[in-house]
C-alpha cells in the first residue's frame, strides 16, 4: 500500500485509489501520515482539525476519528492494525507501506549525489523521476499548523529539484530544449532569480544575447517592483558577461 499526498491525499493499492471524502478525518490522517512512526498526542490532532477553537467534545470527536481511520486502514490480511493507540496518543505505523513523498525525497538526493559526481545525465533522470510523483498541491487543500509547515518544507525541496534539474540540462548542453521551460517557471515564480539566470544563460547560449538581457531587465523590474530589491549578484555579473561576450560563459560550472 502506497500513501500519496504529492497531490490530494489517497491510497494506493493494486492499481486502485481510495481516498477519504470526510475533511476532519481527512486531517487526522494527514498529520499522522507527516508524523509516521511517531507518537501523535491528542492535543496536536485537536489543533490541527479545529485550530485554536475547538468545540467542548473534541477529544470524543477525535476518538471517533480515530475509530473510522482505523477501519479505513485496515486490510484482512494485515494481523496488525496500522493505526495504534500508544500513550501518550496515536501512532501510524509504516511498516513495508510506501509513502510517496519519501520516494520523492530520496530520488531528490540521489540526483544531487549524481550532480556533485558529474553524472549529469543520471541526475536528470533522478530529478525528472522525482517531479513525476507530484499530482497538484501537496495534500491538496488540507491546513493546519505543522500540515502547513510540511507543505512548505516539500515545496521548497520540489524548487530545489527544478533549479538542480535546469543546472544538470545546461551542463549537458541542452540550452534549447530548456528556454521554453525556463520562461513558464520564471513566469510561474517571478521572484525565484535562479530560474532568470538559467533562462539567461540558456538564451545567450541559443546565441539570443538581446532576449537574454531582456531577461535581465524583467528579472530587474520584477525584483525592484516587489521587493525593492537589485538583482542579486550572480545575475549582475551573468548580465556583465553577457554584454562582453564572455568564453567563459560557454564552460560556466555549477557553483
Do not use: N
Amino acid at each position: 500500500m502506497r500513501y500519496e499526498v504529492l497531490g490530494p491525499l489517497r491510497v494506493a493499492e493494486e492499481g486502485r485509489h481510495s481516498s477519504i471524502s470526510a475533511r476532519k478525518i481527512e486531517t487526522v490522517l494527514a498529520l499522522l501520515l507527516v508524523r509516521c512512526d511517531q507518537v501523535v498526542l491528542p492535543d496536536q490532532l485537536i489543533a490541527e482539525v479545529w485550530g485554536d477553537h475547538p468545540p467542548r467534545r473534541a477529544t470524543a470527536g477525535l476518538h471517533v476519528y480515530i475509530s473510522q481511520l482505523r477501519k479505513f486502514l485496515h486490510r484482512p490480511e494485515r494481523a496488525e492494525s496500522r493505526l495504534v493507540t500508544q500513550p501518550p496518543g496515536y501512532l501510524l505505523r509504516q511498516g513495508s507501506d510506501e509513502l510517496d513523498f519519501q520516494l520523492f525525497l530520496e530520488r531528490v538526493g540521489q540526483g544531487r549525489a549524481h550532480l556533485r559526481e558529474r553524472r549529469y545525465e543520471a541526475a536528470c533522470d533522478c530529478f525528472e523521476r522525482a517531479l513525476e510523483l507530484w499530482r497538484g498541491p501537496v495534500l491538496g487543500d488540507i491546513s493546519g499548523p505543522v500540515i502547513d509547515g510540511f507543505v512548505a518544507w516539500l515545496m521548497e525541496v520540489r524548487m530545489e529539484c527544478l533549479e538542480l534539474l535546469g543546472e544538470a540540462h545546461l551542463q549537458l548542453g541542452r540550452h534549447r530544449e530548456l528556454v521554453g521551460r525556463l520562461y513558464s517557471l520564471t513566469a510561474e515564480h517571478p521572484l525565484r532569480e535562479t530560474f532568470y539566470r538559467q533562462l539567461m544563460l540558456a538564451l545567450y547560449r541559443s546565441e539570443r544575447q538581446a532576449d537574454a538581457l531582456k531577461v535581465y531587465e524583467t528579472a530587474r523590474r520584477v525584483l525592484v517592483t516587489k521587493l525593492g530589491l537589485e538583482p542579486c549578484r550572480a545575475l549582475r555579473e551573468l548580465q556583465q558577461a553577457i554584454l562582453v561576450d564572455d568564453d567563459r560563459l560557454e564552460l560556466a560550472t555549477l557553483a
